[in-house]
């Protein structure tokens, strides 16, 4: 989950683990024991998924593993970074005076400019190139923090319309250079790519959680205010465009076609390729379906007062058991899409049961149900990034994958806007109903998706498959 997705997700509260002075209630302590739980499950889970043969062979290969860090040092300072933030965007904006309208307005800029703009960032890092690319991003990403020092509707607008550019770069260039250094650099097997998407998805829950805890510090306990943590995020990307100067090699897409051309070329693709356009359903569905719920939990759980920043952080240990899961299940033969398919299916089943506990007072049983899908959610992320790499063509990577994010940015523009305004969303059960009818669409298509891979990908005999030999000597 990026800012976009997490923006909402603390209300116009900031992230506390600590709860209120007085009287111990039932709600807190049922949420800390329920972190408690559920950290320890996941560092059991994430123990066990360290022993499977991928891991143990990549991490057996000198090779994979410096390379491997190379990536994950700059990746994982933009993620730090975009998560420093997010917890504390509507609070800003609620401190700088504005009314809840222009709040939700502010919002659906953001995803607005990542519809309107987002598209392009893929072409032009092709082009240009992708290490250039990640280096515009830690620049504007820079400048959209920057904004936030005025209370100015036009900058805070302005910044609005540079995060949502930054956040197509940092949710399709960084992995398109990672797929491209991967495959064509170092011919690393192509197995090792969900060791490593697995791996990002289980620190991303790591860093959400340590990024809530230094928000709160520097904006509450320090006193700094919630424009702090907007400042505390430009030195890590800083950092992380310094790395990028220093370690990473440039690669490109089709440099030889238009930016036009480019971008039509990735919806031709979409629209002619069956295995690209469910698979880009899929995750349109999906992520639109995540996106909603962010902008949901909070009101749905607010009557029972609960200690957000701890609810926040156990929706973190969620995903990290998710991304755990994943892994294990890979390694028992289990194979990407069924794993989709899976995470989808989990993800139906919570929107389900929040049809039902929203409408009434069910407070727990909403929490027990957004738990199981963060959990789908960290086993969402490993499965649909194995597979783009595997389906998308290398020359129109980063462009697809940007326009696989216009229907959701779209989707979710108009749940904000209908929910806020109650036009015709009236009430959380209806758009809970919604996001399932939305992952129904998405399992249908995750099954037909399923159906054309099987039968378009070869099985590569044992005797061929790469070994670390084999790629210690090509490197």
């Not at 860090?69 to 005076?97: I, N, R, T």
């Not at 090699?249 to 930016?259: H, P, S, V």
């Not at 697809?400 to 009236?426: D, E, Q, Y």
Request: glycine share 6%; proline share 4%.
């Amino acid at each position: 989950m990026s800012t976009n997705a997490v923006q909402g997700i603390t209300g116009n509260s900031s992230f506390s683990a600590l709860p209120l002075a007085g009287p111990v209630k039932v709600m807190d302590v049922f949420v800390y024991g329920s972190f408690t739980v559920l950290a320890l499950v996941a560092l059991v889970l994430h123990f066990f998924a360290m022993k499977t043969k991928s891991q143990i062979t990549s991490a057996n290969n000198p090779h994979f593993k410096k390379f491997q860090c190379s990536f994950f040092l700059v990746y994982f300072m933009a993620l730090f970074s975009d998560w420093l933030q997010g917890p504390y965007v509507y609070k800003l904006y609620e401190h700088y005076g504005y009314a809840s309208n222009q709040i939700a307005l502010l919002y659906v800029v953001g995803f607005a400019s990542s519809v309107i703009f987002g598209t392009t960032t893929g072409p032009l890092a092709d082009r240009f190139g992708r290490k250039k690319m990640a280096l515009a991003f830690c620049i504007l990403y820079s400048f959209c923090c920057l904004t936030k020092l005025s209370a100015s509707f036009f900058w805070l607008f302005l910044g609005r319309v540079f995060g949502g550019i930054s956040t197509s770069m940092l949710f399709s260039t960084f992995e398109s250079w990672y797929v491209y250094e991967h495959t064509e650099t170092h011919d690393f097997p192509s197995e090792w790519l969900s060791v490593t998407f697995s791996k990002a998805t289980f620190w991303n829950g790591v860093l959400a959680i340590n990024a809530g805890v230094f928000s709160n510090i520097f904006a509450e306990t320090l006193g700094f205010g919630p424009v702090a943590p907007f400042m505390l995020a430009i030195p890590f990307l800083a950092m992380a465009g310094l790395l990028i100067t220093r370690i990473w090699r440039e690669n490109y897409g089709n440099q030889q076609i238009d930016l036009r051309r480019s971008c039509m070329e990735g919806l031709r693709s979409i629209l002619f390729q069956e295995k690209i356009l469910y698979l880009g359903v899929v995750q349109s569905m999906f992520e639109a379906n995540m996106y909603i719920f962010v902008f949901q939990w909070t009101p749905i759980l607010s009557s029972g007062h609960p200690p957000l920043g701890m609810v926040f952080a156990s929706f973190m240990v969620c995903i990290m058991i998710g991304s755990s899961l994943y892994a294990m299940l890979l390694s028992k033969k289990y194979l990407s899409e069924q794993l989709l398919m899976m995470a989808v299916g989990l993800a139906i089943i919570a929107m389900s049961i929040c049809v039902y506990s929203s409408s009434g007072d069910h407070i727990y049983l909403s929490f027990f149900a957004f738990l199981i899908l963060e959990v789908a959610v960290g086993m969402y992320f490993p499965a649909i990034g194995y597979l783009r790499s595997q389906v998308i063509p290398e020359n129109l990577r980063a462009g697809i994958m940007n326009w696989f994010r216009v229907p959701t940015n779209v989707i979710t523009c108009a749940g904000l806007l209908l929910v806020h305004n109650k036009t015709v969303i009236s009430s959380s059960d209806s758009m809970f109903a919604i996001c399932t009818g939305l992952l129904v669409v998405a399992l249908f298509c995750n099954f037909k998706f399923a159906t054309l891979y099987k039968s378009t990908n070869s099985v590569i005999p044992v005797s061929e498959e790469k070994t670390p030999l084999a790629n210690e000597e090509s490197t």
